[in-house]
């Protein structure tokens, strides 16, 4: 295939840059998505004070809620309810409020055991004196990393491709303007 005219070069790189740009823009912002995905859930109760629940992405983290001793009802192992016929049950330990239910978890998980060893954790910290603190965690960020991280990596090195073709966009035109009589 020939190269366009000289005349030509800077409207086919131009073209190019904005294509590119284009398709930057979605796994950029898929890519951010995904990297702020709420998969962290942290519970942290006080002394004889109010427990608190935020959930936390690799980006920024927010409160869920702030209970008194006196709103927390307990904590209970939530089962899926799959209509599917054949499928794992699923499980997933949840803060019963006067609020409502919260979940102490993101995902769910096959593992029984898991989701009532940490239910039995709150549990037992909420049954006893309370003289200590109380902080625990579920961390289930690291499928949103390596998802977002790859998106954010495609796109900006799409991006960087984009900023490449305008600046042969640039040299084109001043070229193009310096040949013109």
């Given at each position: 295939m020939r190269a366009p005219p000289a005349s030509r070069r800077s409207r086919a790189t131009a073209i190019g840059a904005t294509a590119f740009l284009m398709l930057a823009l979605p796994f950029l912002v898929l890519g951010v998505f995904f990297l702020n995905q709420k998969a962290r859930m942290d519970l942290r109760c006080e002394p004889q004070g109010p427990c608190v629940l935020i959930r936390s992405s690799w980006l920024g983290q927010e409160e869920v809620g702030r209970y008194a001793p006196a709103d927390i009802q307990g904590v209970e192992v939530a089962r899926s309810r799959s209509t599917r016929r054949g499928a794992a049950p699923i499980f997933?330990?949840?803060l019963?409020?006067?609020?409502?239910v919260q979940p102490l978890a993101y995902q769910w998980t096959e593992s029984q055991e898991e989701a009532q060893a940490?239910?039995?954790?709150v549990r037992r910290y909420l049954a006893g004196?309370?003289?200590?603190?109380l902080a625990v965690f579920q961390d289930d960020r690291k499928a949103s990393l390596r998802v977002g991280g790859a998106f954010t990596v495609v796109g900006l090195a799409v991006l960087a491709l984009s900023l490449w073709l305008l600046s042969r966009t640039l040299a084109h035109r001043k070229a193009e303007r310096a040949a013109a009589p």
């Open positions: 997933r330990p949840q019963q409020t006067t609020f409502g940490f239910a039995d954790t004196p309370r003289t200590d603190v």
